[in-house]
């Protein structure tokens, strides 16, 4: 019996199960509590999740298109045809699609983040939306676009019913752009440092004295940021008229609690004391600041119920903060009866090696951060400019995490996503020569990675629809309802004839069938969500990359072995001396070891096979 057939016969009788209870409210109660208890009790690494921007995915109501406000595009953000504007997304659409997800084997939703934004910023002639969710004004309440608090709390629930979790995207290291500085009209104000503009003089080094007996943010104490009176060390901000109160709650209006140093070169100093692109960056390092974060934070796990955050730009606020956020947040969490509250951040990098990330769970003591360590080694593996020993190095790094492999084993991996483009965009633009069959081939062996190998497999809306994009950031947000951008719709789609000018929610799309029948068996097999990973073959070139997982209760071996070169792979691998027969999950599995202690693996192009070792 296949995987896939298994896989469907257990979701046939679960439908079974659930239909049976139906009529019965006490036992669906009873059923929904169930689920809640069970998912409860999931570790962060047995999830899948499937990260949406709630804009982009399902308009169920087009009475919000507008989030309720009149005029223009300009006021109030929504221009379906427009890459950088709303499009009409909303969380009654992502309710409407739980079936969906769900049959593709995601067992957890990322949701972008879903606070009021400023609904439309930037310069004149170059204003775009806040459909992404990451400029907000109000931290305590849904954004209109996106609906109420009271649908996000039914998505919450609903998704709770049926054994999903919910993870929620935010932000602490910059609220919208709102405050501005006298000095710079054009808002393009450029980084001035602390040595150049102490805390302790108006406009530099010459200025007047302020703030005195500040003694800057090595004293992190209340009582030495009760001596910070005044905003203007470095530039003279202000708040334009009629935005004196945007920001909610209250507090987060006085510029006092922001850096107001100009914008980041993201390099130095002003990695976490610069604006992002002109976002106000807050003073992260003041207690006040913190615990007005903890405030907010804690209570949307205590409204909702929610089972883990996403953090955005981690990296940009001072390790000091996330030292006091995360504890806090866990036992929130805790005390609300979530005891496996996932958090992990968006350290963003170009690096293949981990260094560069795990030191966020070390210095921050992040729990996790997002894996662009295997972001980045995948797809230079699947575009065959590096060998698979670019994946052995990434996976001998794991010792660098904070709790080592088993740390690992919580990271979000990914394949693609909304800032940095989908992996068939990539792979295309690595070689350009590629036609569709060939790049579909390697996002099919590229999710098998994902899926398969160590770490909670992270799932970009889209990608299971054959999604391809033109680029990074708007080029990679394509709608899945039926979108109105002409660039988007006149994109080739892989796998379907269809362009995203029609809506994209096929579930026999191929790529849809592959990811769900690849999730479906991480969920059944322990050693592949929990198990630890040992390499077992790499090389220099495009070709063989193996590794064995074990079951952590039985021990059982599973052999994993991907092929990223284009030509047929014959290779001994090995393999447990005890591990003398093998069941083929998926793909071309030797019935028995060749020896004891070695396994014949023969794959085809850009193939991979999954097999199950016995006695
Ligand atoms: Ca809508
Ligand atoms: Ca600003
Ligand atoms: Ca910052």
Redesign the pocket.
Known sequence: MSPRTLAALALAAAQLYAAGLAPQATARAASTAGALHELRERLPEDEVLYFLLPDRFENGDPANDRGGLAGGRLQTGFDPTDKGFFHGGDLKGVLQHLDYIQGLGATAIWLGPVFRNQPVQGAPGHESAGYHGYWITDFTHVDPHFGSDDDLKALVDAAHARGMKLYMDIVA??TADVIRYRECPRNDCAYRSIADYPYTRRGGVGGAPINEGFRGDADGSAANYARLARPDWAYTPWVPAGLEHAKVPDWLNDPIWY?NRGDSTFAGESS???DFSGLD??M?ENPRVVQGFIDIYGDWIDRLGIDGYRID?AR???PEFWQAFVPAMQARAAARGIPNFHIFGEVAGDADTAAPYAQHTRVDRLPAVLDFAFRNSAVEALAGVQGTDVLARLYAGDALYEGGPAAARRLPTFLSNHDDGRLAFLLRHADPKLDDKQLLARVELGHALLLALRGVPTLYAGDEQGFVGLGRDQDARQDQFASQVARYNGQHLLGTRATTATASFATEHPLYQLVAELAKLRVAEPALRRGTQLVRASGPKPGLFAVSRFDPATGRELLLAFNTGTTPVHAQVQVNVDSRRFLALHGPCPAAASAPGSAAIELPPLGFAICAAAP
């Open positions: 290291n910059h850096h976490t004391y610069g960056d807050l992260t730009t940009h606020v001072n």
